[in-house]
């Protein structure tokens, strides 16, 4: 059975810190790109950032330079950890796994960046 817990999340001021966490299980994770996404109220969900089995990685505009994704494919777990937080990346992040002919999603963690 396939399972991405994510967590991490809450509430948190301008400019402070989240790590998300999510922790995959049921499939082999070391062979998948690992992704987190966002959805924002009322808008569609989109890519945040990916990490390859390799370890080569990917983010989008809005969060680079501010975040890091990175992987232990020891402990199949991914992580996000995002600085210099600002109110538009309150969203729900998802952690997905991607592979030939499957993709995987968690349930979703709230981050809120409000003061």
């Known amino acids: 059975q396939v399972q991405l817990v994510e967590s991490g999340g809450g509430l948190v001021q301008p400019g402070g810190s989240l790590r998300l966490s999510c922790a995959a299980s049921?499939?082999?994770?070391?062979?998948?790109?690992m992704r987190w996404y966002r959805q924002a109220p009322g808008k569609e969900r989109l890519l945040v950032a990916h990490?390859?089995?390799?370890?080569?990685?990917y983010y989008v505009d809005s969060v680079k330079g501010r975040s890091t994704i990175s992987r232990d494919n020891a402990k199949n777990m991914v992580y996000l950890q995002m600085n210099s937080l600002r109110p538009e990346d309150t969203a729900v992040y998802y952690c997905?796994?991607?592979?030939?002919?499957?993709?995987?999603w968690g349930q979703g963690t709230q981050v809120s960046v409000s003061s």
């Open positions: 990490i390859t089995s390799g370890g080569s990685s």
């Open positions: 997905n796994a991607g592979g030939p002919g499957n993709d995987y």
């Open positions: 049921g499939f082999t994770f070391s062979s998948y790109v």
